[in-house]
Nanobody
Framework: QVQLVESGGGLAQPGGSLKLSCVVSGNIFNINVMAWYRQAPGKQREEVALTIGGGSARYADSVLGRFTISRDISRDNANITVYLLMNSLKPEDTAVYYC?????????WGQGTQVTVSS
């Protein structure tokens, strides 16, 4: 059974930084996409950062230049962690952040981690 567990959320001041982590457990193969999404109250879930096949990443315009997606994958795929480094945080970044993985056969979501940016 594949599980995604996010951590690293919390309260940050405007201009501050947070680093989110997503630990992937279970047998998972043929990963196509690793991504972070977020959902603010009363809004639809939106893509924040995405990397396809471990190649170049794409970012939402609202976070471009401030957020960075990265990942660590062990050679046997036994240990997979996806990160989202968030710098220069703004109040509008406040949301629940979700880790998302897609393979050739399935897709998975984490339970989400709350990020609140406020002074």
């Amino acid at each position: 059974q594949v599980q995604l567990v996010e951590s690293g959320g919390g309260l940050a001041q405007p201009g501050g930084s947070l680093k989110l982590s997503c630990v992937v457990s279970g047998n998972i193969f043929n990963i196509n996409v690793m991504a972070w999404y977020r959902q603010a109250p009363g809004k639809q879930r939106e893509e924040v950062a995405l990397t396809i096949g471990g190649g170049s990443a794409r970012y939402a315009d609202s976070v471009l230049g401030r957020f960075t997606i990265s990942r660590d994958i062990s050679r046997d795929n036994a240990n997979i962690t996806v990160y989202l480094l968030m710098n220069s945080l703004k109040p509008e970044d406040t949301a629940v952040y979700y880790c998302h993985i897609r393979t050739t056969k399935a897709y998975y979501w984490g339970q989400g981690t709350q990020v609140t940016v406020s002074s």
